[in-house]
């Protein structure tokens, strides 16, 4: 089941204990009676708008937005008998007529009449035939069940949703809604080649399903072979070690998967640079106008269960490095483990003319804390090199994130706490040939933090397979150090056939105690293959 069909189904517990609509004002005139050919008239305010559709004695009732308060137990008290079950969700709401029950629904200005009444007693025979009728109150009652499992999932309760769907796969063997919820779960879950096989089992029950479709060829994008191109446009007014300082960089990024669950990559990059006013790493100050290169050599290893590991060869201009990264995803989130040996380190203008390198070893986590809540948190080791000296200084980092998504109830809007922080435990210092002192990398403690908020969404276009995506920021941050500032950033996407293009743009202004201005500008079009 798509997340757009579950979204907001963790307002149930609320939905149930709500209580807003008392059972008199549910009743209408007369209440329910069990007398043959009676109705027993009730109305529900609020649902004049609701779409109808019955599947045997289940009736589905849907409205647009979010479902008004409802009192389950007044709703089943009004009944009295001719309801046989009521299921809340945030949108939806699903009656279970009792046998030999037939309902009429007819929307008014006060909000949607239920005619309930029992079948004429020419039927009688056929509505004793269903009271025995097993398999139509099992369907119910598994139907109830399939919702419950949804809503589990839809609020972050992964492990017990995986039962119940698990549990619903062979007792609904026809649906591919068990195994679509499963799909999900693993997905979720960081299982891309699980979520795979469980999508195409269930498209195996329901060819002509459109959301199996659209998850299985999303899975399949992302899984195959890909070769993107990249340009950006940096530039910097001050900062760390530099004057005004700008490059253009140039990269392309293979990827290539083979075998069961292998995949090699392949990816370089060259940078033309021009510096108005540097430092380098031997104290002397000037201009820089010149190129530098890097590329990485990647093989990657994913298994069933979500688990990856990757080993990585480093090269840049004569230095050569290693890497090696693995991701253990669970229910919960992710745990991520990473260690590098010279690492082209490009993260400013100074870095990337000295050819600087950098030693690391980290790990982190995602974890998934509440519904629509996420976190992430690595720490770091760090020790950096530059061109004829591998240990220049050291330092610790932390970075994490606090988000809170579907902010306000409005889906794609989210506000996120950001923490960049990086603290010096060593630098060298060193005395130039004037006699003036210097540092040969430019490491600075910092300790940002940074409020943002962004809203993303995608649409379809008129171009069969066109998907167009947006993503727009802004924030403020505040180093502990040095100076704040604004913090913007956007992207725009559009996909269409086989390739991709998007367009990013970002700013980041007067952060920390080097008092620069980056501006980011870049586009890139990936062609899968």
């Known amino acids: ?109 006060e909000g949607l009449r239920l ?37 589990e999932a839809r609020t972050g309760q992964l492990a017990r949703a995986r039962d119940g769907f698990e549990a619903l796969r062979g007792a609904m063997p026809d649906s591919p809604e068990p195994l679509a919820g499963l799909a999900g779960i693993a997905e979720r879950s960081g299982r891309g080649r699980e979520a795979m096989a469980l999508y195409r089992e269930a498209r195996g029950r329901d060819p002509e399903a459109p959301d199996l479709a659209e998850a299985i060829a999303a899975l399949e994008r992302s899984a195959g072979p890909r070769l993107r191109a990249d340009l950006e446009y940096r530039e910097s007014q001050g900062g760390v070690g530099t004057g005004r300082a700008s490059a253009v960089i140039g990269g392309l990024d293979l ?34 106008a010149g190129a530098r290169e890097r590329g990485e050599l990647s093989l990657r290893r994913d298994w069933m269960g979500g688990q990856a590991v990757v080993g990585s060869l480093f090269l840049t201009e004569g230095t050569a490095g290693l890497g090696l990264r693995a991701e253990l995803p669970d229910d919960a989130g992710a745990t991520l483990l990473r260690a590098e040996l010279r690492r082209p380190y490009w993260d400013f203008f100074q870095a990337m003319i000295d050819r600087a390198t950098r030693d690391r070893v980290a790990a982190g986590r995602r974890q998934v804390l509440a519904n629509d809540l996420t976190g992430r948190l690595e720490v770091g080791a760090n020790r950096y090199g530059i061109a004829g000296d591998r240990d220049v200084g050291s330092t610790v980092s932390l970075t994490g994130e606090l988000r809170l998504g579907n902010l306000a109830g409005l889906r794609g809007l989210s506000a996120a706490y950001v923490l960049e922080a990086e603290y010096l435990l060593r630098r060298d210092e060193r005395t130039g040939a004037a006699g003036q002192g210097y540092a040969p990398l430019q490491l600075l403690d910092r300790e940002v933090h940074a409020v943002v908020l962004g809203h993303a969404r995608s649409w379809r276009t008129g171009t069969p397979g066109g998907v167009v995506t947006t993503e727009l920021s802004a924030g403020y941050g505040v180093d502990r150090y040095g100076r704040a500032g604004p913090i913007v950033g956007g992207a725009l996407g559009y996909a269409f056939d086989r390739f991709e293009l998007r367009l990013r743009g970002s700013r980041v202004e007067n952060i920390g105690r080097a008092r620069g201005t980056t501006s980011v500008f870049g586009a890139s079009l990936s062609w899968y293959f």
């Open 1 to 109: 089941m798509r997340p757009a069909l579950l979204r907001g189904l963790a307002m149930l517990p609320a939905l149930l204990q709500a209580g807003a609509v008392a059972a008199a004002a549910l009743c209408g005139p007369g209440g329910a009676t069990a007398v043959p050919g009676e109705a027993a008239a009730i109305l529900l305010p609020g649902l004049s708008g609701a779409a109808s559709r019955q599947t045997g004695r289940e009736v589905l009732l849907a409205v647009p937005g979010a479902l008004p308060p409802v009192d389950a137990e007044a709703l089943a008290a009004c009944a009295d008998g001719l309801l046989q079950g009521v299921s809340l969700g945030y949108d939806r709401l699903l009656l279970t007529l009792a046998p030999g029950v037939t309902l009429a629904t007819r929307p008014t200005a």
């Open 115 to 151: 005619a309930l009444a029992r079948e004429p007693a020419a039927a009688a025979p056929d509505a004793a035939a269903g009271e025995g009728d097993a398999p139509a109150e099992d369907a119910g009652t598994l139907r109830l069940r399939l919702l419950e499992a949804q809503l």
């Open 255 to 288: 990827q290539q998967p083979f075998g069961d669950g292998w995949r090699l990559g392949l990816a370089a990059e060259v940078a033309g640079i021009d510096a108005a006013q540097v430092q380098r790493g031997d104290g002397r100050v000037g201009s820089f």
